[in-house]
């Protein structure tokens, strides 16, 4: 990332403090602004105070689940890349990746998903 | 079992073929004598009667009862009983006609073919004898009884009781004639009955009685018939050669005796009922002697007490043989079903005297003893003579011997197993004098436990792979989750790093990815079965699924991307996405470290009238390859290439299972250092063919 260009603006929602921990030193050691939330409402409530340019969100989590709060930001802002990320296996990955798309996400991340696979869809995502 | 068909049906085909000859002699052998004496008198060619006066004495009428008999019998013996019954009727009448005129009725039948212009003519010319009648008589009633009444016991025991009595008297007529006996030819005074009627009598009895014989019993002895027969004449002609008050009559024992070598018991009671017969008749036949007649009587009536004492002796012997034979057979089909022959070893000869199973078992020949060096050459592997040498020392030695396992050659080569349970044999004092034991056969068995325990050994690796499946399932969101900032952090990590730190960080990434890979594999065996089949676009999944595989594998290795449009199949998304991965991750390992290809295209077979038929997914890579012998293992389940901690031999194994179970096919094409291509062969939807 170039320095004169404003850092893009990633929310992270995971209830897992690690992941929160480690995508946040991830992305901003590439050169992105990071946000955290533990959970689906305080993940909305980071939403509607920073407006990220993009945001990952854990589909399974304690409080309010994944995909009600990936459908309650869709309906604000509609073409927002939204990432949905699942260690779950239930129904397998194709069935992951057929819910958060109906929720609304753009892409699906399976964890454990690598470095570079997570920063090739973000640049896949800039570019478009 | 060989020797018992060998004994049995063989041999009674031949003897049946044999009795049936008989048969038919006989009754083509009457049929011709009475032929040329009908001829003969038809033609009263008078130089013929001074030549063989000897034939004129059978009259016309006997000659015509005689000839239809032997039609009869030829008849029968040919299953045409309706004609037979018919032809029967000629001696019948004959015969009953003949004796009515005896009791003084007068009837023209004495007449009835030809006038009598013999010179011998007696008392009532051209009259057949009375026993001449009452043999034909009989005859028409057996052949009677043989067309109109079907087959039972009764019938055929009473056809042959009278046969019996026919040839009875025949036989007495023939040996009066050779003795010069008035009585044995004719009864009284009245007409004599001749060679050639007392001949076709014979015959025809024997031919009866060999028909008999070749419907109803089946005979083990191969002594022919025709020495009881014959011993029966011999004995009936020094019967009435020999004066009445000698006690001739237990002669007839041997006759008695020829039953034992039938295999039916009831012979000996009908051979001592001819004997009888022809003891009372030979009473009367013989020349007077010098003693009173009562005790010529009661000397015959000892005579066939001792002739029914040996035939029921021999008769309770059939039994008892019967009894044995049939001991011998289940013991023998006992150990043929449980595969168990039995043996006994004698030290003094060392001579191995085996049942017929345990002879059968080793390929021995069967019924005699084998030699026990022999038997150890040529049927016992040299490694395993020694165990079997020693179960003999040791019994030498008075030591009864353990159960012995051991291996025995077959005379075509194959190895059987058999295990030997032995005793020991003593004398009186005993002393040790041999081994007796069985030997069971437990090759199927051993067969059967290898195999069980193969199967058993799968089902407890397939068993402990699906707990672990099942408690993947339960840790995988947690376990995932985990790995999720090792497999983040340490790339970044190893940006910044020392070159040799950068190393030591590389080895972590692997064993996380190794570790995502295992939790991938346990879980799909862990929801194998919980999956619903939807329309789907091949071309459209395997390129939503590109990103996560392009993602999975290492930079060097390039994706080429040949999917065109194909038709919708119908199937699990979540399946055939595991399925694309799965090839694609052994594409990747296949190719390693160094720069390739891997080709993932989808193309669409048409069928006839060019209907999609079939949906082409392949997978190809340019990398290792495999050899045909590695390609023909790679779909079972367990089987692996990599080493044996990175991977669990399951994946091509459930790629198959899911291809299966979407009515598909996988194949695969491959040779050392060419690559590799594996082809997925999907049905179209019906729906999508229809359109």
Not at chain 2, 27 to 36: D, G, M, T, V, Y
Not at chain 2, 178 to 200: D, E, H, N, R
Not at chain 2, 254 to 276: D, K, Y
Not at chain 2, 308 to 332: D, F, G, M, N, P
Request: proline share 4%; net charge neutral.
């Amino acid at each position: 990332m170039k320095e004169d260009v404003v850092p893009i603006l990633i929310l992270v929602i995971d209830d897992d403090a690690a992941i929160r921990l480690s995508l946040s030193i991830l992305l901003q050691a590439k050169g992105y602004d990071v946000v955290v939330a533990t959970d689906g409402a305080d993940g909305f409530a980071q939403f509607l105070k920073h407006r990220p340019q993009i945001v990952m969100s854990d589909m399974i989590m304690p409080g309010h689940e994944g995909l009600s709060t990936i459908r309650k930001m869709r309906e604000h802002a509609p073409d927002m890349p939204i990432i949905a990320m699942s260690g779950s296996v239930e129904g397998g990955p194709a069935s992951f990746l057929q819910k958060a798309q109906a929720a609304g996400a753009s892409l699906c991340l399976e964890k454990p998903f690598e470095t570079d696979e997570l920063l090739g869809i973000l640049a896949e995502l800039e570019r478009a | 079992m060989d020797r018992l068909e060998q004994l049995g049906v063989g041999y009674l085909h031949r003897r049946e073929r044999r009795l049936r000859m008989t048969a038919e002699s006989c009754a083509l052998a009457a049929i011709l004598i009475s032929a040329a004496i009908f001829a003969a008198w038809v033609l009263h060619a008078a130089r013929l009667e001074a030549t063989f006066p000897l034939l004129f004495e059978m009259k016309a009428n006997s000659a015509l009862g005689y000839i239809a008999a032997g039609g009869a019998l030829l008849l029968i013996v040919r299953g045409r009983r309706t004609a037979a019954a018919r032809i029967a009727m000629i001696p019948l009448l004959i015969g009953l006609a003949t004796l009515i005129e005896y009791a003084g009725i007068r009837l023209p039948i004495d007449e009835l073919m030809l006038r009598d212009w013999s010179s011998s003519a007696g008392q009532h010319p051209g009259r057949a004898p009375p026993n001449t009648a009452a043999v034909l008589a009989a005859l028409g009633c057996v052949f009677l009884l043989l067309a109109l009444i079907d087959r039972s016991q009764a019938r055929n025991i009473a056809v042959r009781i009278v046969c019996f009595a026919i040839a009875a008297v025949a036989m007495e007529a023939l040996a009066g004639h050779i003795a010069g006996s008035s009585f044995a030819i004719g009864w009284g005074t009245l007409q004599k009955m001749s060679i050639p009627s007392a001949m076709c009598g014979l015959m025809l009895s024997i031919g009866l009685l060999a028909h008999g014989w070749r419907t109803e019993t089946g005979l083990i002895s191969r002594l022919p018939i025709w020495i009881p027969a014959l011993l029966c004449f011999g004995i009936a002609l020094l019967d009435v050669y020999t004066p009445l008050d000698l006690n001739v009559g237990i002669c007839y024992i041997p006759v008695v005796l020829c039953a034992l070598w039938f295999e039916r018991g009831n012979v000996a009671i009908a051979f001592a009922a001819i004997s009888t017969m022809l003891i009372i008749l030979g009473l009367f036949a013989s020349p007077a002697g010098h003693i009173p007649f009562w005790f010529a009587a009661t000397n015959r009536s000892f005579a066939i007490i001792a002739v029914w004492l040996v035939a029921l002796l021999v008769y309770l012997q059939h039994v008892a043989r019967k009894k044995l034979w049939r001991s011998e057979h289940h013991l023998e089909s006992a150990q043929r079903i449980a595969a168990i022959g039995s043996f006994e070893l004698y030290f003094a000869k060392m001579a191995l005297h085996g049942s017929g199973v345990f002879d059968a078992m080793h390929g021995l020949e069967a019924g005699r003893a084998h030699d026990w060096a022999i038997f150890l050459r040529q049927s016992i592997p040299p490694d395993e003579r020694n165990n079997l040498e020693g179960v003999v020392d040791a019994a030498r030695g008075g030591v009864r011997s353990r159960d012995l396992e051991y291996s025995f050659l077959r005379p075509d080569g194959a190895v059987r197993n058999g295990v030997l349970h032995c005793d020991l044999l003593r004398d009186a004092e005993g002393a040790p004098v041999g081994i007796i034991g069985v030997v069971h056969d437990v090759t199927e068995v051993r067969r059967a436990q290898a195999e069980q325990a193969d199967i058993e050994m799968q089902l407890r690796h397939a068993q402990k792979l699906e707990a672990l499946g099942m408690l993947a399932g339960g840790i995988a969101h947690d376990l995932n989750n985990t790995l999720v900032p090792i497999t983040t952090l340490t790339p970044l990590l190893i940006e910044r790093a020392t070159h040799y730190d950068a190393e030591i960080l590389q080895i972590v990434m692997n064993a996380a990815r190794r570790a995502k890979e295992l939790v991938r594999e346990m879980l799909v065996f862990s929801r194998k079965d919980q999956t619903a089949h939807e329309a789907i676009r091949l071309d459209r999944l395997v390129r939503d699924s590109l990103t996560i595989i392009r993602a999975g594998i290492p930079a060097s290795i390039t994706i080429v991307d040949k999917l065109g449009d194909v038709p919708e199949i119908t199937g699990s998304k979540g399946q055939i996405y595991q399925t694309i991965l799965n090839l694609a991750t052994n594409a990747a390992h296949a190719i390693g470290d160094r720069a390739g290809t891997i080709t993932i295209g989808a193309t669409c077979e048409t069928g006839r009238a060019m209907q999609p038929a079939e949906i082409r997914l392949y997978v190809e890579d340019d990398g290792a390859g495999m050899d045909s012998e590695t390609s023909a293992r790679i779909f079972e389940p367990f089987f692996s290439t990599k080493e044996a901690r990175q991977g669990t031999g399951l994946g091509l194994s459930i790629v198959s299972g899911i291809m299966k179970s979407h009515g598909g096919s996988i194949a695969v094409r491959s040779a050392p250092g060419r690559g590799t291509r594996f082809d997925l062969l999907f049905p179209a939807r019906a729906a999508a063919v229809a359109a």
